[in-house]
């Protein structure tokens, strides 16, 4: 599976956009790009996934760059309870057993 | 409908004890997987099933032994518990191996002293 690079933590303030990156330059073709979270001592959150369309739901909305080596996780109107531990990961989507790979991941911090 | 559901939240061990941690799912799924999770290395896989009665190796199978008797329950043992072992356990589900989401439960912590 493809390792993916994230920034240690980012800061939002409440009810304005959340623009999570994450780098994934060494992706193949058949891997999909899928976000979770952790918000604190609770177990990981799915949240979106995607090939190489960009993805919206009600959650989030998903961009992926035309190459696929980066994308981005927006949540359009951050709130207090959307900070959390955000982690990206890349894996081929048929694999064998749906191993995910959790990476340390970006710590959202939302402030007011 | 509950989900993931995991037993115990909290656990204290003695080194060389020996405790069950039990997952349950309601939701029909055939993939299960156990997850320890540790300050500074992200969640690691343990052990995982692919559908009732099979079990598999993960990453850091060491210590641990699983059972897959029922499909909705998927049993994490430590025969004789280490210090090593202290961690956040998470248990998940997913339906099959080509649906994306995976269901977490809420984790157990475990403290070997």
């Known amino acids: 599976d493809a390792k993916t690079t994230q920034p240690p933590s980012m800061d939002c303030a409440e009810g304005r956009a959340a623009n999570l990156p994450c780098n994934h330059s060494t992706i193949s073709g058949n891997e999909y790009v899928y976000w979770y979270r952790q918000i604190h001592s609770q177990g990981p959150q799915y949240i979106i996934h995607?090939?190489?369309n960009n993805e919206t739901n009600e959650m989030a909305s998903l961009i992926i760059t035309e190459d696929r080596k980066s994308s981005t996780l927006i949540l359009p109107h951050a709130t207090l309870r959307d900070t959390a531990v955000y982690y990206c990961?890349?894996?081929?989507?048929?694999?064998?057993?749906?191993?995910?790979?959790f990476g340390q991941g970006t710590i959202l911090t939302v402030h007011p | 409908n509950a989900g993931v559901t995991q037993t115990p939240k909290f656990r204290v061990l003695k080194t060389g004890q020996s405790m069950t941690l039990l997952c349950a799912q309601d939701m029909n799924h055939e993939y299960m997987y156990w997850y320890r999770q540790d300050p500074g290395m992200g969640l690691r896989l343990i052990h995982y099933s692919v559908g009732e009665g099979t079990t598999a190796k993960g990453e850091v199978p060491d210590g641990y032994n699983v059972s897959r008797l029922k499909k909705q329950n998927f049993l994490l043992g430590l025969e004789s518990a280490a210090p090593s072992q202290t961690s956040v356990y998470f248990c998940?589900?997913?339906?099959?191996?080509?649906?994306?989401?995976?269901?977490f439960g809420q984790g157990t912590r475990l403290t070997v002293v």
């Open positions: 990961i890349v894996r081929e989507g048929g694999t064998s057993y749906g191993k995910l790979t």
């Open positions: 995607g090939l190489k």
């Open positions: 998940a589900s997913k339906a099959y191996r080509e649906v994306t989401e995976a269901f």
